[in-house]
């Protein structure tokens, strides 16, 4: 069966938000109101910042606001993988801050351990499971980067190939790097949906399709499909990410970058046997241009990544989620690991958007005396993240010092990208240098040499 027939019947739809158990939408903002602490944006980072406002302060009047509904972008879209890293992974924090890694990483460890606590008492349904994750190197070269990192980390071991497919048997493994416990799997949506549910029984307000349009003074402006409103409020969150932030200042900090995902039909017995997997660990490969994948509580597979889609002026439209031939790539990237489920088929394929910034992972800040925080940039690994950044938003704004604030992380911002059209010609021939590097046994090339002294980059 070839990728385009395997395809043919995938529906262009998130297979994690096609659900019989998703929420009835709230209603629109109609109208002025006031609250103590209003949050733009209902995915992961505006929920739990509710969430926790709630927890810390919980006399607090809140008000939530999202355009859409609550998780559907970014939130409810991802590959459900909910890793410790603050820093896109350790070599990355490595690099950028090695004095402060040991404390950001025992935050980063803290911070899953309090996602599966809550999620636990709150009892929210979204197949929760600290699995870990394989790093799988398919190339030579990625055997030694990854030798490299486990003679850092106690807390990883290197496989070799047999004991590699002993995990997940593909024939395009070489070794892999076990990480058992940074890593635990969830259902992204219900997720979302969860929070959403324990927000409102605190007495958050959430008002959905309201979308909002302008920020000034204390004071949001939204619109809805049949009216508008208005908020004011004492301190306001921006939870925003890969939309236009509402501070012009900020939109130079990240980009939009489109990832398309596949997913499969539940496999057979048989064909799960024929791949192993019985610690069902999440995946990724270790290229530049990687691919994630993992299985749902259903034994299907979810397959994503590869091939990062940046669009001229920072453009988002819901039509670029859905890219027949990025698809149909990626469906036959998927059989090339996985020669033994010839005859597989996809059932849903789709898109979504995520922010990413040049240092690769979350980055925060104030504006308007401290009444305003943002927390943004989380390049593609923010599902335990955007807890971190929730309380430190909360830390600036209620002005508490903390082991948090404190970091050299949390108080630095990253390098702007550049305005067009220099931006786009940059993040293409990143890109490219990227792609080429992968198929050159890992050789960076002059560009991206020049990008690493500097701290800089692109990624997903």
């Known amino acids: 069966m070839s990728a385009r027939a395997a395809l043919a019947e995938a529906a262009p739809q998130v297979f994690w938000l096609d659900d019989p158990a998703a929420p009835d939408p709230a209603p629109p903002l109609t109208g002025p109101i006031s609250a103590d602490l209003a949050i733009v944006g209902g995915g992961y980072t505006g929920l739990w910042t509710a969430l926790r406002a709630k927890e810390r302060y919980p006399r607090l009047d809140i008000v939530l606001l999202e355009a859409n509904t609550c998780g559907s972008a970014a939130s409810g879209r991802n590959g459900g993988f909910c890793d410790a890293s603050l820093t896109h992974g350790y070599s990355n924090g490595l690099a950028r801050w090695p004095d402060e890694l040991a404390t950001i990483e025992r935050l980063g460890t803290e911070n899953l351990e309090a996602i599966g606590a809550t999620i636990a008492r709150l009892g929210i349904d979204c197949d929760w499971r600290r699995t870990g994750e394989l790093t799988v190197a398919t190339a030579p070269h990625h055997l030694e980067a990854l030798a490299e990192e486990a003679a850092r ?268 059209p220099i931006r786009s010609a940059g993040i293409h021939l990143t890109r490219h240098a990227m792609s080429q590097a992968d198929a050159r046994a890992g050789h960076r090339n002059l560009w991206l040499r020049t990008l690493d002294r500097l701290g800089l980059g692109f990624d997903f």
């Open 153 to 420: 980390r106690s807390d990883t071991q290197l496989l070799d190939r047999a004991a590699a497919r002993a995990q997940l048997n593909s024939p395009t493994y070489l070794g892999a790097l076990s990480d058992p416990c940074s890593t635990a799997l969830v259902e992204p949506a219900r997720l979302a949906w969860g929070l959403r549910q324990a927000c409102l029984d605190l007495g958050v307000r959430i008002y959905e399709h309201t979308r909002v349009t302008a920020l000034h003074a204390g004071r949001l402006t939204t619109i809805g499909a049949d009216a508008h409103g208005s908020v004011r409020a004492a301190r306001i969150a921006l939870a925003t990410n890969a939309f236009p932030s509402l501070l012009r200042r900020l939109r130079l900090f990240t980009v939009p970058v489109y990832d398309l995902v596949l997913a499969s039909e539940p496999l057979s017995a048989a064909q799960l046997a024929s791949i192993g997997w019985q610690n069902r660990q999440g995946v990724g490969d270790a290229s530049n241009l990687f691919h994630y994948y993992r299985l749902t509580r259903d034994n299907r597979i979810i397959w994503g990544g590869y091939t990062p889609i940046y669009h001229f002026g920072s453009r988002i439209d819901p039509a670029y989620e859905r890219q027949s031939a990025v698809h149909t790539m990626l469906a036959e990237h998927f059989f090339t690991t996985f020669p033994q489920l010839e005859g597989l088929r996809f059932t849903h394929r789709w898109g979504g958007v995520i922010d990413t910034s040049t240092r690769f992972c979350a980055f925060f800040g104030t504006a308007h005396e401290g009444r305003t925080a943002y927390a943004l940039g989380y390049t593609g690994l923010g599902v335990a993240a955007t807890r971190f950044g929730a309380d430190v938003m909360l830390d600036h704004l209620y002005r508490e010092s903390t082991e948090r604030t404190a970091l050299r992380m949390v108080r630095t911002r990253p390098v702007p990208f550049p305005p067009e």
